[in-house]
């Protein structure tokens, strides 16, 4: 049989190469430190505990190489390739533990003494060899003796560093050594599949009472092999779950458990054994609820591997069934809402999976996906990814006139048109509509009387782009960690005065009573100025779990259709105070880089040729993206219903003075507040610079934020913020405590005041 190679032993090759890399890092980036946990890890020097470990560690040493020849033997007798492997593996061990020891030898200091361990007794070399050895024998289907060489292994660890024979980090070091030399060598060579041969997969059928005649691979991934063949009474799928393909799979589910809510993919089994398990009863459910589906006729572990038995489900395919694809869309739905009755959704609804029988009714070619004791929010999915799906067959009028003909009298659901959005979708489905209308079609069908859609539901936990700037914020975090491995933030702390961080809480304070007279003047109605403040403190709770300006868009609209505003009345006020806000922050911006550049010792007004520089790249900038078309239309797109809907008010308030000058005020007010916050802290750590300066850095630093989609802009507004500071000749441990001091008081302090307030604004009933 041919040999495979495992997709976990990738993994965890992977992981061992990573840790041992990281502990060599540390070691040579802050050696200090490692020898200081080194120097933790007692040794025995005295009688009798000196006695009595010299005593457990010959013992050890015995039973490792009683455990090592017995290995050996069993290969030797059962799996003659695997003992090719030990015995490679074990000399990949030697060879890496000997360079590594010289390697030590050559570095000296902390590297050869916590590392490599002494020259006199070291035992580097023998425990790389043991690990590799071990690995490289591929004891995964040998349990009786994988346990005991564990066990004996880490006694002979424990007597080695209780002994000084080796250091804590240096029997890391080794075992993660000796895994990367076992698992290279096994992923070179390869593994024997457990996965049963046909001739036995059919004895195995035989006996549950399948004569299956050949078997033909239709399907093979990771870990999975999807069969056919025929007995006496038809086609027979099988399904055979292989262990050594386990890995790859893993990462798949964990990335959509991390990319969409728990309410969306419900609870998915981490292993492929627990899916077949699943889908034999999702079966049984639904045969249970009269919806054919391929029959289960057996659930068989044959060794290691797990096989399922079906007979797949006769039927012509919805994209196939030509004139009766309405009819059969209908009935669809109708065998779908019989699922959902009994608490299944089937989790991959496409055109292809719905097969017409020839009395009419429908069925499902598969239940790979489905999910039993499924949520509400999982049934409308899979309503959704039906009704998109037939609408690439049957047209969007034929397929919502489809789902109401099988739905229960009643409205329908309202969200269901608010799932309407590709990320809902199955990927086919997805594809398949992409670049075309359909979606808005079917959104405006469903819509209710008065044209209104229910707010769409959060599917996902983090969108790709949240998960591209965390890495990016991580690794820039990295970066700038590594430049400051030697300030000492906690006595930069220590120093801080606490009257100015004081001051600092205090301009926090006042931008939220900005942000309520920002907004106040754009609304057509009377708002309390007091309840409005609170509303703003209240995002700040919101920041900790939204993206920036996200929640607090959303949370003042909510409040404005409190006071009375239709829905598109109070996005209309709040996104004219944020195009007006936005708006005087580029202007302050502008002035503060022109009077940046103002010589105080001449009369004069002419800026410094750096700004000019910066004004003149914008320009230019901002001119050829008007020059290229799609960006142009792009842009137009975007921006055209925005100023449509924002330029009366903003013309409004711009005729009346008092209206204006609170708009304005408050503006000014907010960003006052952000950098009174900021000087603050600056000077909470004797840091003082020029007032346009810490305004600058302010306003660079919130427009960094602003675009970055973590919450609060985390991470974007430190790095922007340091970055700016230690630019204008701050150094980097007063950068760096002031900007902790910062964010503290704008960002994490306000974080539970805001909770408070929210909570109580909603018991009022006023978000």
Known sequence: MARVRRPNDVVQLLTAAAGLGLIVLLTLTTPDAVDTVDRTVPTVVRDPLLTLFSLASVVASLAMLGVLGTVAV???????????????????????GAIGERVGDGAGGVVADVLTGPRDDAALVPVVATIAFLVGAD??????????????????????????????????????????????VRLAAGVTPARPVDDVLRAELARAGVVVGDLEVVDQHAGLVRLTGTDACGPVGVTVVDPDGRGLP????????????????????????????????????????????????????????????ERPLPGTPLTEAGDA??????????????????????????????????????????????QPAAGELQRDLDTVALLVGGATVVGSEAAVAALRAARAPGPMPPRVPALLQPVALPASVRRAVRGTELLAELRRALAGPDGTVAAAPRLERFSLRVIVTVGASTVAAFLLASQLSQVSIVDE???????????????????????ALALIPFVPVALSLARTTLVQVSSAWLTLVTPPTVGHVGLNIRFLQRAGLTVSAAAASVAVSQVATVASTVLLLLVVGWASGVSTSRLSLVPSGDVLLVLLAAVAVVGLLAAIAPVR?????????????????LLAVATEPRRLATALGGILLQNAGYVLALDASLRAFDVSLALPTVIGVYLVSSAVGSVAPTPGGLGAVEAALIGGLTATGVPVAGALAAVLAFRAVTFWLPAPVGWVAFVQLQRRRYI
């Not at 969409?260 to 249970?288: C, I, M, T, Y």
């Not at 702390?493 to 942000?515: D, E, F, K, N, Q």
């Open 74 to 96: 069993d290969a030797a007798r059962h799996r003659r390739a695997a003992l090719l492997q030990a015995l490679a593996a074990g000399l990949l061990g030697l060879l890496l």
């Open 139 to 184: 004891l995964q289907r040998r349990r009786r003796w994988r346990a005991p060489s564990r066990w004996v292994v880490l006694a002979a660890l424990v007597c080695g560093v209780a002994l000084g024979n080796l250091t804590l980090q240096g029997t890391v070091a080794a075992v993660l050594l000796g895994a990367v030399a076992g698992l290279a």
């Open 250 to 309: 893993l990462v798949r589910r964990a990335g959509r458990m991390l990319r969409f809510r728990a309410a969306v993919v419900g609870r998915p089994s981490l292993s492929q054994r627990g899916d077949l398990e699943r889908e034999a009863s999702s079966a049984a459910l639904a045969g249970a609820a009269g919806v054919p589906v391929p029959a289960v006729l057996a659930l068989l572990a044959v060794g290691p591997a797990l096989v399922l038995v």
């Open 325 to 370: 694809a309405e009819a059969g869309l209908a009935a669809a739905f109708t065998a779908l809402r019989r699922l959902h009755a009994v608490g299944l959704a089937h989790g991959a609804l496409t055109p292809d999976s719905v097969l017409l029988g020839p009395d009419g009714a429908a069925g499902f070619r598969d239940l790979r996906a489905a």
């Open 493 to 515: 702390l220590g120093r801080a005065h606490a009257p100015w961080l004081l001051v600092a809480l205090g301009g926090s304070a006042l931008t939220y009573l900005g942000a």
């Open 633 to 649: 239309r792009l842009l137009h797109s975007r921006l055209e219903p925005l100023l449509r809907q924002s330029l009366p008010q």
